[in-house]
């Protein structure tokens, strides 16, 4: 399966980048009727089934993985990386997902389902919550597996929130998931270039992974 990652990792991002173009082009794009079809199916649901659902707790659970994130780290709970490192690991998945979040929903500009503006493609609210809990996942998943069950059920729910209050179509609250991990991870990507060899990152992180790396040589050869 783990030979697989990488194809399955490229043609996902490959369908997005699609869908992506497919809202750019407009109405008269090859791929809109299937996109308002499956956007138009899924509020049919939500509007058969819970056409009264207005809530506002997605505006904080958004937040939730990056609250709990900071909440460790100044609880003095070991994670991947030293303060500085983290900080500036926040700071560039912050800047990369405003700026391509807010630039598509300006060049796209899709009605919301409640027709209150045409920012509706994709969800921030989404691509935030997948930002902080790919963060949250990034210092501390490693080791604790119950940290990333949080972190990301914390942002399906807001997802599914954002559809659910009428406030964004299916495909909005898709593609915004896959646009806060992938920004989120290209932040990781370009700190671990910037700091190279600068010994930031924490010990017991690098034990970890090689007492993880030796345990799983050990379980292929037996």
């Known amino acids: 399966m783990k030979r697989y990652r990488p194809v399955i990792f490229i043609s996902f991002y490959m369908i997005i980048l699609i869908i992506i173009a497919a809202q750019l082009w407009g109405a008269n794009g090859f791929l809109h009727p299937a996109i308002e ?17 207005h809530q506002s707790y997605d505006n904080y659970l958004q937040l939730l993985p990056g609250i709990l994130l900071i909440g460790l780290k100044l609880g003095g709970v070991k ?8 900080l500036i690991f926040i ?9 391509v979040v807010n630039s598509l929903k300006l060049a796209c500009g899709v009605l919301r389902p409640d027709e209150s503006n045409f920012f509706s493609f994709p969800s921030g609210h989404t691509a935030t919550a997948f930002m902080t809990a790919t963060l949250l996942y990034k210092e501390y998943g490693f ?43 290209m932040a990781y990507r370009l700190v671990k270039t910037i700091f190279k060899d600068r ?19 050990i379980i292929e050869n037996t």
């Open 143 to 185: 080791k604790r597996i119950w940290v990333s069950l949080v972190a990301y059920a914390s942002a399906i729910v807001t997802g599914m929130t954002r559809i659910l209050n009428n406030r964004h179509w299916i495909i909005d609250v898709i593609v915004g998931a896959a646009l806060g991990i992938l920004l989120t991870e």
């Open 79 to 86: 994670g991947r990386f030293e303060w500085k490192r983290l």
């Open 199 to 217: 010994e930031l990152i924490n010990t017991d992180y690098n034990h970890w992974c090689i007492n993880y790396r030796n345990n799983a040589t």
């Open 37 to 53: 079809n499956i956007n138009l199916y899924v509020r049919g649901l939500r509007n058969t089934h819970a056409p009264l659902f």
């Open 91 to 99: 700071v560039l998945s912050i800047i990369f997902t405003q700026l």
